[in-house]
């Protein structure tokens, strides 16, 4: 019984740190795209040339 519960509460306890570990994992990549493309298209809407260009040129209005 007592077992069974200490396992129960461990196993609660890791479930949470795995769902919390693969949310800041989601989290550190979606950031890290979101920085990637906002620096890319800082610099295609600047006048200097881009990097390699991994985002076309947006047209000038």
């Keep these: ?3 069974g ?3 129960l ?3 609660c306890w890791l479930f949470v740190v795995g769902c919390l570990l ?3 994992c989601l989290l ?3 950031g890290c795209w979101l920085f990637v ?3 890319e298209y800082n610099l295609t809407s600047s006048p200097f040339p881009t990097r390699i260009g991994l985002i076309p040129n947006p047209p000038y209005i």
């Design 37 to 39: 493309v906002g620096w």
């Design 9 to 11: 509460v461990v196993g």
């Design 1 to 3: 019984m007592v077992v």
């Design 5 to 7: 519960c200490w396992l």
């Design 28 to 30: 550190l990549v979606v």
């Design 22 to 24: 693969v949310v800041g």
